[in-house]
């Protein structure tokens, strides 16, 4: 953990282990800290908030730009940890450090281009000026699933905004992130500007949404903690940015590029086994090319390559990150297997002695399913991708709709003309057209409906981290 610049590796809490997914072995340890720590930490960063926030950008921008530099000398070592406390092959590890190294380059030169408006007088003599300043200490709470990335995408606008931040990465995969802190400290982030708290969410995470010193909480998380930690932070009335839980559809049209859609379908419901937010979790296809496309689509999936991650990196899949996402996947093909769907591939654990310890699951191809299966509307968080036929896109529309998520939808058309209607009608804070593409740094991202609110990336995932002033001034 770091509070207020001191690096501390134990506590009166003990400690948590983070376990290799594919092998059960330990892959680190991390202190466990109690509402002593988590308070410190949070006075440390309102503390250094007094003098970070008048930090010249140019300054934030180079600290910004050193601690790129150090994740780039590091980035092999970080992938290499990140494998083995979540489970990703090697080589998707190594992309997520890539792709949180980016977001630090693009908000390091962001800081540079925070605006604020003159707008027109209301009276004689008066002007009007609109200005962006930073909201204050900030909490950001990563999940397992991207805890590199995720922990990326709030401290680099956090600190480019002039914020100071706590972070609490989840219990499980703490390493990695907590290794992308030590780059910002080691850049020569002065004092409390950046901690770093690990312990649980239920009792540590509590304390830190809840300090009255706190202004505002930036969360990737499930749907449920995300409206624990509304509640909590209503009594000081703390801004929030909520990434949440989401159930992906994916419509193809009988005119769609059937080989892509395909190939990129398989490619986002399994990619990091299923357990990404923007997963496609459900396909409706119409109805002249429904058997074309499940039969491709199993085809395709059974050409997975499955391994441990640190010894097989070009893996396609590694295991799941724990026991319990496992229970979710068999329970959800079980109930759809038992209310009529086709299992067309996978659900069980692949043969073999190297699968025989790990989280390891094939990934789960169902035909057939509708939407009083539980796979259809609960967030599965694994590889399972069920399709369902649909008479025509207005029934695929109003199926894709009828969720209390929002997130990401995806569409295959060749007719653009429909693909732009139905993306229009998506309730969804992202939709992709013939591709599966997204999160890329430049675009906001964030949800709708309960997948949350508030944005990550682009210039607006940097304002989220500011707030409005007017000043009017009359001479
Ligand atoms: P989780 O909600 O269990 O935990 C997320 C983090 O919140 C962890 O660090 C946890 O310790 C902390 N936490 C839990 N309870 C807390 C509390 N009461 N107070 C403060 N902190 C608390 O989620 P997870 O299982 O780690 O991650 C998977 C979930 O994240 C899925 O639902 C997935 O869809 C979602 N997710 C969303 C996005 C997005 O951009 N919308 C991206 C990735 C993952």
């Known amino acids: 953990m770091l509070i207020k610049g001191e690096w501390i590796s134990t506590t009166s809490g003990g400690t948590i282990p983070a376990y290799n997914p594919a092998t059960g072995e330990l892959a680190g340890e991390v202190p466990k800290a109690g509402s002593d720590e988590a308070n410190a930490a949070c006075e440390a960063a309102a503390e250094a908030f007094r003098s970070w ?109 002039g914020c100071t931040v706590v972070v609490k990465p989840a219990s499980q995969t703490p390493l990695a992130a907590t290794a992308f802190v030590k780059c910002l400290a080691d850049a020569g982030a002065p004092a409390g500007v ?96 429904y058997d074309e496309f499940v039969r491709k689509f199993a085809e395709h999936t059974r050409r997975l390559v499955i391994g441990d991650g640190l010894e097989n990196p070009e893996a396609d899949l590694g295991p799941m990150a724990n026991a319990s996402g496992l229970e979710t996947v068999k329970a959800h093909v079980a109930d759809a297997v038992e209310k009529g769907a086709r299992l067309l591939h996978g659900g069980n654990r692949p043969a073999g002695e190297k699968y025989a310890r790990g989280h390891f699951i094939e990934p789960a191809v169902l035909a057939d399913v509708n939407h009083s299966m539980l796979v259809m509307t609960e967030e599965t968080f694994g590889p399972v991708a069920p399709i369902m036929p649909v008479k025509d896109l207005d029934e695929a529309v109003a199926l894709a709709n009828d969720s209390i998520y929002g997130l990401v939808a995806y569409v295959y058309t060749r007719d653009l003309a429909k693909g732009w209607r139905i993306a229009e009608a998506l309730e969804a804070g992202t939709v992709g057209i013939n591709n599966v593409s997204g999160g890329e740094v430049d675009f906001p991202y964030g949800g709708w409906k309960q997948s949350g609110f508030g944005v990550e990336l682009s210039e607006q995932g940097l304002y989220e981290y500011m707030a409005i002033k007017h000043i009017r001034a009359k001479s």
């Open 194 to 289: 950046v901690n770093v708290v690990t312990g649980p969410g239920n009792s540590v995470g509590n304390v830190l949404v809840s300090h009255p010193l706190i202004r505002k909480i930036s969360l990737t998380g499930e749907t449920g903690t995300g409206k624990t930690i509304m509640k909590a932070a209503a009594d000081t009335v703390k801004r929030l940015t909520l990434e949440l839980g989401g159930h992906c559809p994916m419509i193809v049209a009988a005119d769609a590029d059937l080989e892509a859609a395909v190939k990129e379908g398989v490619y986002r419901s399994f990619r990091n086994m299923g357990q990404i937010c923007n997963a496609i979790n459900r396909i409706y296809v119409e109805q002249p090319v």
């Open 53 to 161: 926030r008048s930090v010249l950008p140019r300054a934030r921008r180079d600290l910004l730009a050193r601690a790129a530099a150090l994740l780039r000398e590091r980035a092999e070592e970080m992938a290499r940890t990140l494998t083995a406390e979540q489970g990703k092959p090697l080589s998707e590890a190594r992309g997520e450090i890539k792709a949180a190294i980016q977001a630090v380059d693009y908000y390091a030169e962001a800081a540079l281009r925070i605006k604020g408006e003159l707008l027109p007088p209301s009276a004689a003599g008066v002007r009007n000026l609109v200005i962006r300043q930073p909201v204050g200490p900030v909490v950001a709470i990563s999940p397992w699933n991207y805890p590199v990335l995720l922990t990326a995408w709030k401290v680099a606008p956090a600190l480019a905004a």
